[in-house]
């Protein structure tokens, strides 16, 4: 009968929020969503409160999916393709599918952070974790997971371990782990035992030395399935260099830029080293008088004032 499932003011509220601020259909916002069931009619009558059939766990995704939504979704606005963010989702996409812990690796400033971010808009349902240095040992791991999900159901009478296996059993999703080269020995632990209890597709994300780490536990390193290495290829390095200095600059600017921020996306830091470039030339504009109509001499600045181990072409 009509009706006969409560719906959940809250949800219902954000999800219709969401909605206006994306200027999205209902068969638009049921395609994004992503969850299995959820079409455009069933969402429809979900908004309206006249739900006649249930969307196993549908509540529970959607809760974690609107958690944090819109920080993301301002984020990732910013992003622009690579063959990075490109092969990281077909990845993500197999990992799913395998249901593998995964280890995918590239060099620092080569976009994997923007791979991440991109898929989880096509795939909202994707849990992602960044570790820091607060964040390597098993229970503070445990802490970041907790803390990236809807938690309210929560009762604490029971282990947040227990509470986080149950929430992720319930639903095929994907965890992302960024920088998981910060793992602890326990940290490290933590996530092989909950994966593997949870069921869980997971995917770590890291600079080159996870893998050695790993590799000194045989236990945790024959548990890694799919392995990747990513780095942006050189025939995109000056479309994607200009993209970033545009970011943070302007078009003009960055075309009169180009050449220079191809090569400094071609060395150590790659797009991370060509942001802070960009940034400090922008900064050194706005104190001098002589940089101000110059941005090629106030990169050349900028460069000087930073920390590289190479010099810029003419220099």
Known sequence: MPGKYPTNPEIV???????????????????????????ATFLSKYLNDSLDREVPNFEL???????????????????????????MANCFNLIRS???????????????????????????STVAITLNATTTSGAQVESALFNAVENRTWSGRTKRFDFLVEHFKKASRLLIVDNAQRLDSTGRQWLFDFCDEANMPTALIGNPEVLDKIRRNDQQFSRIGIRAQYELEEKELPEVARHVAAQFSDIETAAEIEDLCTFIASKPGRLRAVRKSVILMQELRKASPDLADNPRKALRAAHSRLVRDYALPGD
Do not use: H
């Not at 954000?14 to 994004?32: E, F, I, P, V, Y």
């Open 13 to 39: 509220a954000n999800l219709l929020t969401l909605r206006t601020q994306q200027g999205l259909t209902n068969a638009q916002l049921s395609k994004w969503l992503g969850i299995e069931g959820a079409t």
């Open 61 to 87: 995704l959607a809760a974690d999916i609107l958690k944090g939504i819109n920080a993301r979704l301002a984020y990732t606005s910013e992003i622009f393709q690579t063959s990075v963010t490109r092969r």
């Open 98 to 124: 395998t249901g593998d812990i995964a280890l995918i690796t590239a060099p620092a400033g080569n976009g994997k952070s923007s791979g991440i971010a991109y898929y989880q808009t096509i795939s909202p």
